[in-house]
């Protein structure tokens, strides 16, 4: 199959084209589009068959379930049996944003992309291609994030190719995402409200809304020995093709840290990668070659960096270091987000810098 990637500037400039796409949709096809946290693989999220071709396509275990992206309220009533009080609050006060609420399901959702669960993750996306996709397809759109799984999920366009070529026959391009981090996945339907992946929508943003005290993090997130209730968040997710151990603790302490590790790696003949902040590797320049070092923002700026780490992962995919390192941040705020994901990618080595 021939992948066309397709770049969408301007919604009402592209109409044909998403039209076209909003078609592959309504007929069962797979199309990569971006939202405002990563790129997604669509599929018509009311059709078993065609979702079945994303997880085809990504190699993605049968019993991590899909969110589904829609468009409008209406969209949420018709995959949705009901939106608990909690759940209402949180859609007023951040839908459409980078957050997908897990609600109990309707029989019109094929359990194939729920896991088998009686509920369902719904998401509605900002970003307005994605918006736009939606309605050109007049369906909600299942969507995982387009990389195939176990991989760093994609930002940009560039990296759904490398990843999706030959398997999707349409990629609509929208540039590099916002957020860079998928979203705040809350299940708000029992007794408290718990976080299940941490995203840009803090647990400080949510507490805001629905009170303080009144939000947890799943435990399994944070270390406790117990089965993720997301089921996705049980398998290793975002790794780069080299290994990579983490740096952990104060800012001030990294650029030595940093210097230590990567010398004593050298020493045993290892080609080092450094994934880290402007500041860290100003300091490691006689160390480590240029091509070696990828640069994910200014150091403690959450924002950035959350937009950057998956493609500075990525990166190194392509060169022949044979070992990473990554610099940690603090786990405050947007810091939770970016940790679960680097914790993950390094599968849990980290050292203390
Ligand atoms: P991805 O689409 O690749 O960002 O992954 C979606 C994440 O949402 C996975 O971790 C899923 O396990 C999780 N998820 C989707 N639907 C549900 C649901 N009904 N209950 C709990 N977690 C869900
Ligand atoms: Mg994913």
């Known amino acids: 199959m021939q992948t066309r990637c397709i770049k969408i500037d301007n919604i009402t400039a592209s109409k044909e084209a998403l039209h076209f796409a909003g078609e592959l949709i309504r007929h069962g096809d797979v199309v990569a589009f971006p939202t405002e946290t990563v790129y997604g693989l669509g599929?018509?999220?009311l059709d078993a068959e065609a979702c079945r071709k994303i997880y085809q396509a990504k190699g993605r275990p049968s019993d991590n379930p899909l969110i589904?992206?829609?468009a409008n309220r209406s969209m949420i009533d018709q995959v949705a049996a009901k939106i608990p009080e909690?759940?209402?609050?949180?859609?007023a006060a951040f839908c459409p944003g980078p957050?997908?609420?897990?609600?109990?399901?309707?029989?019109i959702v094929p359990e194939q992309?729920?896991?088998?669960?009686s509920t369902v993750g719904v998401r509605m996306p900002e970003h307005d291609v994605a918006r736009a996709l939606i309605a050109a397809a007049g369906v909600p759109i299942a969507a995982p994030s387009a990389n195939i799984s176990g991989r760093p999920s994609p930002t940009t366009a560039e990296s759904v190719l490398v990843d999706m070529e030959g398997?999707?026959?349409?990629?609509?391009?929208?540039?590099?995402c916002d957020f860079g981090v998928e979203s705040t996945i809350v299940d708000a339907t029992g007794e408290q409200t718990v976080i299940l992946r941490p995203g840009a929508i803090t647990k400080e943003m949510l507490e805001e809304v629905l009170g303080e005290g009144s939000v947890v993090i799943d435990p399994a997130l944070v270390g406790a020995d117990s089965v993720p209730k997301a089921p996705g968040m049980k398998y290793t997710h975002y790794a780069p093709k080299a290994p990579l151990t983490l740096l952990e603790g104060m800012p001030?302490?990294?650029a030595r840290g940093f210097r230590r590790e990567v010398a004593r790696l050298q020493s045993e003949g290892h080609k080092v990668g450094v994934m880290a902040s402007h500041e860290v590797l100003a300091e490691l320049k006689d160390l480590v070659p240029a091509d070696m070092m990828a640069d994910y923002g200014p150091q403690g700026k959450l924002p950035a960096i959350a937009a950057n780490i998956y493609e500075a992962l990525r990166s190194f995919d392509e060169k022949d270091a044979d070992v990473l390192l990554g610099e940690g941040t603090t786990s405050e705020g947007l810091g939770l987000a970016i940790m679960n994901r680097l914790h993950k990618a390094s599968g849990f080595r980290s050292i203390q810098a």
């Open 43 to 45: 599929a018509n999220g």
């Open 252 to 254: 001030t302490r990294m």
């Open 167 to 176: 398997k999707i026959p349409m990629i609509l391009d929208g540039g590099a």
């Open 86 to 91: 909690k759940a209402e609050k949180l859609l």
């Open 113 to 117: 992309i729920t896991g088998g669960l």
């Open 99 to 107: 957050i997908t609420l897990i609600l109990p399901r309707k029989s």
């Open 68 to 70: 589904l992206h829609v």
